[in-house]
């Protein structure tokens, strides 16, 4: 019953910037946690940076400060800020948010940095 829409996707040059936002929808139940997780081609799914319903934050070690996840209760986004963006950085971007009962995922958008 939740549903999530990734947006804000597509190309930009190694060492510009890229917002993509996650727009949720649909829950009657509290979501706890939401993440964006990102999956490069020929490699696994991995977590990119997360948030609790309370505003706590975690980032990949690897990101090294160039990421940063947030909250727009008005909205109902989670937006991910992406700095200092690398070709490695090229991948899909998924949105992801938990409740007690369940967990949900988006379709992904497409980031491709390129030199």
């Known amino acids: 019953q939740v549903q999530l829409v990734e947006s804000g996707g597509g190309l930009v040059q190694a060492g510009r910037s890229l917002r993509v936002s996650c727009a949720y929808s649909g829950s009657i139940s509290p979501i706890t946690y939401m993440a964006w997780f990102r999956q490069a081609p020929g490699k696994q799914r991995e977590l990119v940076a997360g948030?609790?319903?309370?505003?706590?934050?975690n980032y990949a070690d690897s990101l090294k400060g160039r990421f940063t996840i947030s909250r727009d209760n008005a909205k109902n986004t989670v937006d991910l800020q992406m700095d200092s963006l690398k070709p490695e950085d090229t991948a899909v971007y998924y949105c992801?948010?938990?409740?007690?009962?369940?967990?949900?995922w988006g379709q992904g958008t497409q980031v491709t940095v390129s030199s």
């Open positions: 948030i609790t319903s309370g505003g706590g934050t």
């Open positions: 992801y948010a938990t409740t007690l009962g369940y967990a949900y």
